[in-house]
């Protein structure tokens, strides 16, 4: 499976963007889907995700303003960001965990950077 990413790009300080990461192909509603990012010289870090129960989970950074979501039938996850903030600057990846063989795939990564 392929994780494909998009949405990133620049957005001034307190504006929105959206992100959407898509599997290439089918994946179980018990696989977990999520988000990390990584800014320039940090390590790389989870922001968010969900499990098959629908429960989420935030990085504290982020809670309040970072929404996650997810469409099985459309083998897509999404990562709603408001209110950002310089420090949200970072590379965001996509991660998938295969719950029956714990094979793990990561996204490419995209770019999201906020000005200031």
């Known amino acids: 499976v392929q994780l494909q990413a998009s949405g990133g790009g620049l957005v001034q300080a307190g504006g929105s963007v959206r992100l959407s990461c898509a599997a290439s192909g089918s994946i179980l509603s018990i696989d977990v889907m999520d988000w990390y990012r990584q800014a320039p010289g940090k390590q790389r870090e989870m922001v968010a995700s969900m499990d098959s129960g629908g429960n989420t989970n935030y990085a504290d950074s982020v809670k309040g303003r970072f929404t996650i979501s997810r469409d099985n039938a459309k083998n897509t996850v999404y990562l709603q960001m408001n209110s950002l903030k310089p420090e949200d600057t970072a590379v965001y990846y996509c991660?998938?965990?295969?719950?029956?063989?714990?094979?793990?795939?990561w996204g490419q990564g995209t770019l999201v950077t906020v000005s200031s």
């Open positions: 991660h998938l965990l295969r719950r029956l063989t714990l094979v793990q795939s």
